[in-house]
């Protein structure tokens, strides 16, 4: 009896260690830093910004209070994948996240985590994978800060 709960102990720390592995390796794979000054920032927000015609589905209002869209308008397609493009004016450096929704279902707060350096955190803006993928693929939220930061984040 004591070899078979000693195995059943070596499983589940091999389990939980592969688990671990999987969690580190695609929350490593999906944050990129690059040094890039304000001009180069800018174009590369724009060329994400063009292709969403749509109003972001959070919007911060002029006194700071947060703004949802409809809770029941749809943007069509399904999203699979939250990305995130972050610029920090002080450090020159451009953060982009990508993670796929699947993994915020599952690992919701390991999300935080693959979404570290960004400043973007869903909590505060009071989303769920469930509500993106509810409002389909599209614009969550395009933000400007007083201090030159940006932060857009989008689903598709």
Known sequence: MATSSRSWAVALAGAALLGLTIFGA???????VEQADETDAFRRFEEVRREFGSTPLVHWAPGGTLT????????GTRPAKLHVLAYRSAEERVIQADVPLWFFKVKGPAVDY????TGFDLTTLGLTAGDLEQA???????ETRANGDRLLAWTE
């Open 26 to 32: 695609l929350a490593w794979r999906s944050v990129r």
């Open 68 to 75: 949802p869209m409809p809770a029941q308008v749809s943007r």
């Open 114 to 117: 693959a979404l570290r350096g």
């Open 136 to 142: 389909g693929a599209g614009l969550v939220l395009d």
